[in-house]
């Protein structure tokens, strides 16, 4: 089924300074940023191109169902082997434009995984007591613990896309920060945490068809807030800032990856292939019984006689 | 579907404290406990049976898929209704002996959620520091807020089953537990959450099976832990714990369901079951808007031309 369905490695196609032909142009490079992304080019790549496939909608929808066997066997096994403590974990960090799809990866993709196993945190607009302390004061506390999968539904970049085009601090803070997010994880990839950073790409064009499918039906108002179009007239600077973001904080411990997003049922698919891929990467095994299995199977034998009510 | 695959309302069915014909044998009556159990009587339940239905696992499982839908959007609705202030919640309580399918009902019941409204807690033994606290201490944080479904996988109630049980607390302490439980619940019944305590009822001999499962499979040992023969071997005090909780803590801002679970496709059932009941008692409604559409409308076309790159 994925070897029909993909006919390139997406985790490689859409990762952030590898080298790749057709499909996505991101460009391969080097510099002196704090990141490993100079030479990506975030203005080449196509919100509209699917990457690795050839496939329609449909062929998507069944590879993404098909798939979700595979996603929740390395999750349990991750999961299980955590409780003999392996300290392997995943972070997987979502960042979009609005109506980019967040929504639909956490609810086609991420709500196949074990709920045991899944933590999910959204970021919201910081509090009055989070802005009184650094940025990484709320983020650090919902890193995922040994064998879970963390799902940050925006993060701390935030902290320099929509504060960096907003001014909500000053450009030497902005500046700090992209330092200190590549320290911050290079610890969690030290202590065991395979970090994987999603970039949705759509256009805006798909943006604005989605904002006025939301405002076309009642059942979506709630989805939808004035501040969204206020955002989008300031496309131009958060794509600079997505650009700049992705140039100075890609790292091998902690990669991004650029979806193009303009079909749903691609981005899925390709974000249930990028998580596949790092739990692979990590290739999680059963623990061994730290228990005497035959001495088990006596003692619980002892108990067949075991009636309730007696 | 639903209506061809029950022939009577579950949600009564398995209610403690609701008269009910045929199918579980709950019986009603009165009394002085805390509660409104008395009456209540566990060893009269057969956790074999199916109370409600006479179908076969088949069509359980098909019911199960069936119904995922429904149970979706009224949660949509739920966290929707949340965002323009709706105080509404729910919080399901799920305990039962070890192997008696709670891991089953997250992964086949709860999994159907949307990751964003659900809240899941995993109460283990408690720590050093939580130990050190009123029993209540580590659960009052974890309650849901307006719009989620907090599933407690065990909770406070194991602070009067095991703590019982094993006398890990003094009687008086775990007298003193009931009511308090009792005022907790009010508490969070008065502050807009709907409660639902369930328990998964399970007959020896089912345990016995499902235990010797997981020792003869390498890929399941990781859920097996020594203790659980251990707390096997004190079924009948158990019981008469989980009877003696149920009696004291029901109540009608927080009642008590007891699940037959020797089948796992008709516990899953039922609890899908009873959660949406407890939706549909919230009855959740789309919000409406806070804006003006028209004019949100005019903005968002008033942006049509954006082009990115430019």
């Known amino acids: 089924m994925t070897q029909q369905f993909w006919n390139g490695d997406v985790d490689e196609l859409l990762r952030v300074g590898t080298r790749t032909e057709g499909g996505t142009r991101t460009r391969t490079g080097t510099g002196t940023g704090t990141g490993t992304g100079n030479g990506f080019d975030l203005a080449a790549i196509d919100p509209a191109s699917t990457p690795g496939t050839t496939a329609n909608k449909k062929a998507g929808q069944a590879e993404l169902a098909a798939s979700a066997q595979e996603l929740r066997e390395l999750q349990e096994r991750l999961f299980a082997q955590s409780r003999a403590g392996a300290p392997d974990r995943v972070l997987v960090v979502l960042q979009a434009m609005d109506a980019a799809g967040k929504g639909g990866i956490v609810n086609h993709v991420f709500a196949q995984l074990e709920p045991h196993g899944l933590q999910l945190t959204a970021f919201k607009s910081p509090t009055e007591e989070e802005r009184a302390h650094d940025f990484l004061w709320r983020v650090a506390p919902r890193v ?64 604005a068809e989605r904002l006025g499918d939301r405002l076309a039906d009642p059942a979506k108002h709630w989805k939808y807030n004035p501040g969204d179009v206020d955002e989008r007239q300031k496309w131009p600077e958060y794509m600079a800032a997505f650009q700049l973001a992705i140039e100075r904080t890609n790292a091998p411990h902690a990669p991004w990856f650029v979806v193009p997003a303009n079909s749903k049922w691609y981005a899925r698919v390709a974000v249930q292939r990028i998580v596949i891929a790092a739990l692979r990467g990590i290739d999680p095994q059963w623990p061994s019984a730290e228990f005497d299995v035959a001495a088990e199977q006596a003692r619980l034998a002892a108990t067949a006689g075991l009636r309730w009510p007696g």
């Open 144 to 207: 995922p613990g040994p064998g879970v999968i963390g799902l940050f539904d925006r993060s701390h970049y935030e902290d320099v896309l929509i504060q960096r085009v907003r001014e909500f601090a000053p450009p030497e803070e902005i500046e700090r920060r992209y330092g200190a997010i590549v320290e911050f994880e290079r610890g969690l990839a030290e202590s065991g945490t395979r970090i994987v950073k999603i970039m949705l790409h759509v256009s805006p064009e798909e943006q």
